[in-house]
């Protein structure tokens, strides 16, 4: 099987099709990505505190975090099609870092909250399930919380068409640079599902990085349990088909995502692409589709981040109970 090494001089901090491939792939080849933190591995202990004497890239802008793995090329792949990236497996490794940077997060001028302006590090440890693997076991917060591993991956996208844009921040939204996915940390690209992305170049030049040990919605602060790891992940190709923004199919659910602000603008605009997607591919009536999504109470909303001045990202999801 394919393997792409954690290796610093590989890693790319933006998505671009100006990069040689790290590896080609064929369509359903499961390959083997190994990914490092969003700090890139440099907070290895709570005394290592994220600031520019440890962390240079944070006086960038922007900031120079989250280490993509990429990009993969996916043979077959051409512009107008779709990749539907499977996320067979996710392994996070050792420890997670969280951390509080400072000037940076809701609370970053608040004298109430002084305490939490950073600079800040948290290591949590990890304990191994029963699996004999790290991910189906749990993330120690401190001596007295603990919670279970929910692993996902928090950077994905083929390359845009002829922009570069930072693996951190936006704009990710259709109508700037072309839907092509970025730094959405959804909890949704975990292992099990599939998300599905529009490719604007030969070989669609894939990008995953920002392993996440787990994340509370909307990403408080804007870390969340970063870690380094392994991912295994195969590709397939829908051909000659476009979609507004990227998808993701679960076992048993359907999830429309988009990015952008308004908050509000976001989720509206995702539930009108779900509405599109329902009848395109299920054979709803318009007004069908209009009156479900309102009236039926399996109809989610989801807020995955949510980080002052940057991008919202949000998902819409409807079960495949309603589709059939």
Same mark, same amino acid.
């Given at each position: 099987?394919?393997?792409?090494?954690?290796?610093?001089?590989?890693?790319? $901090?933006?998505?671009? *099709?100006?990069?040689?491939? &790290?590896?080609?792939?064929?369509?359903?080849?499961?390959?083997?990505?190994?990914?490092?933190?969003?700090?890139?591995?440099?907070?290895?202990?709570?005394?290592?505190?994220?600031?520019?004497?440890?962390?240079?890239? +944070?006086?960038?802008? @922007? @900031?120079? +975090?989250? @280490? +993509?793995?990429?990009p993969i090329y996916v043979a077959?792949?051409?512009?107008?099609?779709?990749?539907?990236?499977?996320?067979?497996?996710?392994?996070?490794?050792?420890?997670?870092?969280? &951390?509080?940077?400072?000037?940076?997060?809701?609370?970053?001028?608040?004298?109430?909250?002084?305490?939490?302006?950073?600079?800040?590090?948290?290591?949590?440890?990890?304990?191994?399930?029963?699996?004999?693997?790290?991910?189906?076991?749990?993330?120690?917060?401190?001596e007295r919380i603990s919670w279970?591993?929910?692993?996902?991956?928090?950077?994905?996208?083929?390359?845009?068409?002829?922009?570069?844009?930072?693996?951190?921040?936006?704009?990710?939204?259709?109508?700037?640079?072309?839907?092509?996915?970025? *730094?959405?940390?959804?909890?949704?690209?975990?292992?099990? *599902?599939?998300?599905?992305?529009?490719?604007?170049?030969?070989?669609?030049?894939?990008?995953?990085?920002?392993?996440?040990?787990?994340?509370?919605?909307?990403?408080?602060t804007g870390v969340a349990v970063?870690?380094?790891?392994?991912?295994?992940?195969?590709?397939?190709?829908?051909?000659?088909?476009?979609?507004?923004?990227?998808?993701?199919?679960?076992?048993?659910?359907?999830?429309?995502? *988009?990015?952008?602000?308004? +908050?509000?603008?976001?989720?509206?605009?995702?539930?009108?692409?779900?509405?599109?997607?329902?009848?395109?591919?299920?054979?709803?009536?318009?007004?069908?589709?209009?009156?479900?999504?309102?009236?039926?109470?399996?109809?989610?909303?989801? &807020? $995955?981040?949510?980080?002052?001045?940057?991008? $919202?990202?949000?998902?819409?999801?409807?079960?495949?109970?309603?589709?059939?």
């Amino acid at each position: 099987m394919k393997r792409v090494s954690r290796d610093p001089e590989k890693f790319r $901090y933006v998505f671009s *099709n100006k990069f040689k491939p &790290v590896i080609e792939v064929k369509p359903g080849e499961e390959f083997i990505l190994e990914t490092e933190d969003a700090f890139g591995g440099k907070l290895r202990k709570e005394s290592d505190l994220p600031t520019t004497a440890i962390l240079p890239g +944070l006086h960038r802008m @922007p @900031p120079y +975090l989250n @280490p +993509l793995a990429g990009p993969i090329y996916v043979a077959g792949a051409e512009r107008g099609d779709l990749i539907a990236v499977t996320i067979h497996e996710i392994e996070p490794l050792e420890q997670g870092v969280s &951390v509080v940077i400072p000037g940076f997060g809701p609370l970053a001028d608040s004298k109430k909250w002084s305490e939490c302006a950073g600079p800040y590090t948290r290591i949590l440890k990890y304990e191994k399930g029963a699996s004999g693997k790290y991910q189906d076991g749990k993330i120690f917060f401190n001596e007295r919380i603990s919670w279970q591993m929910s692993p996902f991956m928090g950077c994905i996208g083929a390359a845009p068409d002829f922009e570069e844009v930072s693996s951190l921040v936006g704009p990710y939204d259709a109508q700037a640079v072309g839907a092509f996915g970025g *730094n959405w940390d959804s909890r949704e690209v975990r292992a099990g *599902n599939k998300v599905f992305l529009p490719s604007f170049n030969e070989g669609a030049l894939l990008y995953i990085g920002d392993m996440h040990a787990s994340q509370g919605d909307a990403e408080w602060t804007g870390v969340a349990v970063e870690t380094k790891g392994e991912l295994r992940v195969s590709c397939e190709i829908v051909k000659n088909k476009t979609i507004p923004y990227g998808r993701v199919e679960k076992p048993d659910s359907i999830i429309q995502l *988009n990015n952008g602000r308004p +908050l509000e603008r976001s989720i509206t605009q995702a539930w009108i692409w779900m509405m599109d997607w329902l009848v395109q591919e299920y054979k709803f009536k318009q007004i069908d589709a209009h009156q479900f999504i309102s009236c039926c109470p399996d109809a989610r909303i989801h &807020v $995955y981040q949510m980080i002052p001045d940057n991008w $919202y990202t949000v998902g819409v999801e409807i079960p495949k109970k309603y589709l059939v």
